[in-house]
């Protein structure tokens, strides 16, 4: 198995501008998490999907981030508009099932830079 | 509400001497615990995990943990540190309706 991919693996954009992240979960996982990583916060559960439905997104910063999980093997986190306090890093990770005694397994992270 | 404690934001250990990179947690349920190593630029990869089995929990890379519930402690060893094993390790903590909660990590820095 491939892993979990994101894509694009760097985003460079200017403030005001929408950005898009993308996900595709191993095959046969149910669950579906997404996070960001500062230096400040560390890293900080924004939602999670079971079976493409979300589960908890109150870890969503504000209305600008949305999530989709359109099926089971794609997702998206969309930041409408941008701000420079939104530079970070974005894992997606996923899960067999959403249950907490499952580990999860992390993509590589898409590194968000705002300008 | 469970948490997750990682003793030292810092660890700096010289090539070929002993790891330990300490963990203490709370919980209410009976926890499930892991390791995570992030390299520099990578994503989170699972070093091992306790499940309620064996206390001592053998992982990748040599890495060991031992589950001590009168402690309420995971704490990480090795018992030679390789340049390669420079990287940020998260204690994580899962249970209960909270999913995973993540310790702030600590740096370990492997000096030549």
């Known amino acids: 198995d491939a892993g979990v991919i994101q894509s694009p693996r760097h985003e460079v954009t200017e403030m005001g501008q929408e950005v898009t992240l993308r996900c595709k979960p191993i095959s046969g996982h149910n669950s579906l998490f997404w996070y960001r990583q500062t230096m400040m916060r560390g890293l900080e559960l924004l939602i999670y999907f079971n079976n493409n439905v979300p589960i908890d997104d109150s870890g969503m910063p504000e209305d600008r981030f949305s999530a989709k999980m359109p099926n089971a093997s794609f997702s998206t986190l969309k930041i409408q508009p941008s701000e420079p306090r939104d530079s970070a890093v974005y894992f997606c990770?996923?899960?067999?099932?959403?249950?907490?005694?499952?580990?999860?397994?992390f993509g590589p992270g898409t590194r968000l830079t705002v300008l | 509400a469970q948490s997750v404690t990682q003793l030292d934001s810092h660890v700096s250990v010289s090539e070929g001497t002993p790891v330990l990179l300490r963990c203490n947690y709370s919980s209410s349920y009976s926890p499930s615990l892991f390791w995570y190593v992030q390299h520099p630029n990578k994503g989170l990869q699972l070093l091992l995990k306790y499940t309620s089995a064996a206390t001592l929990v053998k992982g990748i890379n040599g890495f060991e943990a031992e589950f001590k519930k009168s402690e309420t402690s995971f704490h990480l060893t090795k018992p030679s540190a390789h340049m390669s094993d420079a990287a940020e390790y998260f204690c994580v903590l899962a249970g209960g309706a909270d999913g995973l909660t993540f310790g702030k990590g600590t740096h370990l820095i492997i000096q030549p």
């Open positions: 990770a996923s899960s067999r099932t959403a249950s907490g005694y499952n580990e999860q397994f």
